[in-house]
Each structure stands twice: as structure tokens, then as C-alpha cells.
């Protein structure tokens, strides 16, 4: 090979090679560019997600106060009908305590003004029996209207639910039996008990309370039924659980008002002997146990309450389950 | 108002309310305080019944009670015997209802509980003088009507006789 020759061969490949890495350089700074545009989009985008993620969780965090809030009110409002209520209750006897009070300071009055007179005569003795009959027919009124007024804060106490009933391990048959004992009078020849019992292991619970929650739901039961009628007791256990089931052939529950059973009250019962408290109490009773009751049914046939209770209280349900849900 | 402190006038007053110790509350003052014949009823249709046989001068209802309500009652009472005195007794909650109804039966009065004896005296004592005066007009009236009916007659007659 002559010198020229290699000359230009290697001038030649110094320009194919120049050629090359500028091609090759333009090649690789064209894609490092894509590579970049790329990693802004990707930031931009992970930014737009950052962004829409803090929204959700700002969003999720207004839901959450919301739902609190929404639950709060219910309980506030759940407060506000029951103190209504109380002085719904309270007022018609004290109305009475009241203008009855007034009639006895009055009677009083005159026959002390009678007895101070020496010369009492005939007449004036028949005035006395009048004004001890006034007196005897507001004692009356009297009796009353106090017993209403026990009976309201009865249920109040009841309500705000004393802590010094004692957990113990019993058999729930016998509390039903005394409840049923209690409610004979009631129950008479019109209503026929039938009692399914299973076996059912001994329970951890507070007796009274939970005899408090059979009374009332059998109370109801009787109720419900008018004329003559049927009332099935039935018990069952299962996986660490028992329930309780009282079925009546009463009137039942019309489906509007299934979901307004439990609130403060809610009342069918005409006399206005109660408040309707008695399933708001009885829930809570339940609820305390860590168990819950549930209601089925059928209009001109009959409901079933069903308390279903774990055998052993759990430990977070019987103190700070109750102390959130309570206060008077 | 008589020594004894009685109100020496006469009338009949219903009361009704299903609640026995208002009834028993206000009878056994009335008993006391006035001489009026009371006649309590804790049902609304036992006291109407009562009232078109009684005729009382005043009746005193509660507003809230099953069945038919004081507004209801007095309505029909109103219809039986314009003329007889018509309160009502409501409780504080149910005062708005109670109101708005007023317009409806001609009431007379409304109470409220709880009540203050004096005042229902005096409500009760007004009503039924209200009640015995319109009765009183009410007689005046048909005892005109009819001498004037035989003055007509009368000068139906002269007019036949001489003319």
C-alpha cells in the first residue's frame, strides 16, 4: 500500500469516525432529551397524584367529622326528646300536685278558722265534713300523682343505670322464670306461655339488668297481644353464644316503624304509663353484655325479639361500651 | 260569696280529662270553693252523653286524649249546645295545636298546665254566669216572640171583629 494511499484511508476513517460519534452524539442526546421530557411528565404526574391523594385524605377526613358529627347529633337530639319527654311526663302531675296542694292549704285553713270558734254549732259541722271530704279526694290525687312521679324517675334511674350490679355466672332459664312470675297478673288466662328451652351453658352477666331487658321485652309482648294469645319463650346456645327469643302473636310492628323502635320515646302503649324507654334501655342493657338484640316482624301476626349475648363479657364491652352510650 | 267562703251560685260544670288525678284535683277544689254540681269524666263520648242530658253551663276539656281530642269534643259539644261555656285544658307542649284549633269551636277560654286554682275559679265562675245569661236572653227572647204573636193575634182578631 502506497503512502497516499494510507492517508487517505486513515483520513477517511478518522471522518467516518467523527462522523460517526457526531451522529452517535446527536442519536444519544435526542433520547436523553425524550428521557427527560419523560421525567418531567413523571413528575408532573406524581405530583398531580400527591396532589389528589392529599385531596382524598382531606376529603376523607371531612367525611369522618361529618359521620361524628351526624352521630353526635343524633345522640344530642336522642337527649333532647327524652328530657322532652320527662317533662311531658312530669308536667301532668305536678299540675295536679300543684292545684291539689292549694285546695289542702285551703281546707286546712278553714277548719282551723272553725275550730278556733268555741260556740260550733250544727251547721257549721256539717261544713266540716264537707271540706274533709275536699281533703280526703286531694290526698287521693295526691297518691297519684306521687306514684307517677316514682314511676318516671323509676325509669330515669334506669336509664342513667347505676354501676353496683354485680357480674355473676348464672343460669338465664331462672331469670326468665322469675320474670315470668313477676308478669303472672298480666299474663292471666289470656295469654298462653310456651317455653322451647335448649341447653344453655352458664353465663357471665349482670342478673338484674338482664332480667330488666326480659321484663320489658316480655311486657311488650304482652302488649302487643290483644284478646287471647301466645307467647314463645325459646333458648338456644352455640359457638361461645346464647339466645334468648320471645315471639309473640300480637298486632306486630308496621315496617315504618321498625327503625324507630329503640329511640327515646318511641311509644305505642296509649295509657301513658311509660316513656318509651324501655327498648332504648333494654339495647343498652345488651350492648353493655357485648351482645345485641334483634326484632323480625309481621304485621297482624307477631314479632320476635331476639337478645343474643356472648357466654363471657368481653372486656371492652361491659365499662366503656356503656359509659359512651349512657349518661343521663 | 257567702261566709263559708262558697261561691252561692248554682250551675253545672263537666270536666273532662283522661287523667283521674286532674279530674280529682280540680273536683275536690271546686267542691270545696264553689257550690256547683261537678260532674267529672276521664271519656270523652261518656261526657257527651252527659252533657245533652245535663245541660251544664260550663265544660272544661283537656286537649290531649285518646280517642277524641278537647278540640274534637267541644266541637261536638258546640253543635249539641251552643250555649254551654267551652275551655280547654292544655298542656304547655301541645299549645301550638291547641291555637291554631281555638277559631274552630268558639272556645271561651284556654288554660294551660299546670293551672292556678284562683284563676280556674274565676274562669269557670265567668263561664258559667256567661253561660246562664245567654240562657236567660235566650228564654227573654222566645217569651217576646210569643207575646208578640198574640199581640198579632189579638189585633187579627179586632181587626175581624170591627172591620
Not at chain 1, 227 to 236: K, N
Not at chain 2, 8 to 20: A, K, N, P, Y
Not at chain 2, 94 to 111: E, K, S
Request: aromatic share 4%; with cysteine; proline share 4%.
Amino acid at each position: 500500500m502506497t503512502a497516499p494511499g494510507i492517508v487517505v484511508l486513515v483520513v477517511g476513517g478518522v471522518a467516518l469516525l467523527g462522523l460517526g460519534v457526531t451522529v452517535g452524539g446527536l442519536w444519544a442526546r435526542r433520547r436523553a432529551d425524550r428521557l427527560d421530557r419523560r421525567y418531567r411528565d413523571l413528575e408532573r404526574e406524581a405530583r398531580e397524584l400527591r396532589e389528589a391523594c392529599r385531596e382524598l385524605r382531606a376529603s376523607y377526613a371531612e367525611l369522618q367529622s361529618s359521620e361524628a358529627a351526624q352521630v353526635n347529633d343524633a345522640r344530642v337530639s336522642s337527649v333532647g326528646s327524652l328530657v322532652a319527654g320527662v317533662a311531658h311526663e312530669m308536667n301532668t302531675p305536678l299540675g295536679a300536685l300543684n292545684a291539689s296542694h292549694d285546695t289542702f292549704r285551703r281546707a286546712l285553713d278553714r277548719l282551723q278558722d272553725i275550730l278556733a270558734d268555741e260556740r260550733v254549732d250544727p251547721e257549721e259541722l256539717e261544713e266540716v265534713r264537707r271540706i274533709v271530704r275536699a281533703v280526703d279526694r286531694t290526698a287521693r290525687t295526691q297518691d297519684l300523682a306521687f306514684e307517677r312521679l316514682a314511676h318516671v324517675v323509676d325509669e330515669l334511674r334506669a336509664f342513667g343505670r347505676p354501676d353496683d350490679a354485680e357480674i355473676s355466672v348464672v343460669d338465664l332459664h331462672d331469670g326468665l322464670e322469675s320474670t315470668l312470675t313477676v308478669l303472672g297478673h298480666e299474663l292471666g288466662d289470656r295469654i298462653v306461655v310456651e317455653r322451647r328451652y335448649g341447653d344453655l351453658p352458664p353465663v357471665e352477666c349482670h342478673p338484674h339488668r338482664l332480667n330488666q331487658v326480659f321484663l320489658n321485652l316480655l311486657s311488650n309482648a304482652i302488649h302487643a297481644i290483644h284478646g287471647p294469645g301466645t307467647i314463645v319463650v325459646g333458648t338456644d346456645a352455640g359457638d361461645g353464644q346464647v339466645t334468648v327469643a320471645i315471639e309473640d302473636s300480637g298486632v306486630g310492628i308496621p315496617e315504618e316503624d321498625l327503625p324507630k323502635i329503640f329511640d327515646a320515646g318511641f311509644t305505642t302503649r296509649k295509657e301513658r304509663k311509660g316513656m318509651g324507654l324501655g327498648l332504648l334501655i333494654s339495647q343498652q342493657i345488651v350492648h353493655q353484655h357485648g351482645g345485641r338484640i334483634e326484632v323480625e316482624s309481621r304485621p297482624g301476626e307477631g314479632s320476635t325479639f331476639r337478645v343474643r349475648l356472648p357466654v363471657r363479657i368481653p372486656a371492652s364491652g361491659a365499662r366503656a361500651g356503656g359509659a359512651g352510650e349512657a349518661g343521663p | 260569696m257567702s261566709l263559708d267562703g262558697r261561691d252561692g251560685m248554682d250551675g253545672t260544670v263537666v270536666l273532662v280529662d283522661d287523667e283521674e288525678m286532674v279530674l280529682d284535683a280540680i273536683e275536690g277544689f271546686l267542691e270545696l270553693e264553689t257550690s256547683y254540681r261537678v260532674l267529672g269524666f276521664t271519656s270523652p263520648d261518656r261526657a257527651l252523653d252527659a252533657i245533652g242530658e245535663e245541660r251544664p253551663e260550663a265544660i272544661l276539656a283537656d286537649f290531649l286524649m285518646p280517642g277524641m281530642d278537647g278540640i274534637q269534643l267541644l266541637e261536638r259539644v258546640r253543635a249539641v249546645d251552643p250555649t254551654a261555656t267551652r275551655i280547654l285544658l292544655t298542656g304547655y307542649a301541645d299549645r301550638d295545636n291547641a291555637i291554631r284549633a281555638i277559631n274552630r269551636v268558639g272556645l271561651y277560654h284556654y288554660m294551660e298546665k299546670p293551672w292556678d286554682n284562683e284563676h280556674l275559679k274565676l274562669v269557670i265562675r265567668n263561664g258559667v254566669e256567661r253561660s246562664w245569661l245567654f240562657r236567660q236572653l235566650d228564654e227573654r227572647l222566645e217569651e217576646l216572640e210569643s207575646a208578640n204573636e198574640e199581640l198579632h193575634e189579638i189585633r187579627r182578631r179586632l181587626v175581624r171583629t170591627f172591620l
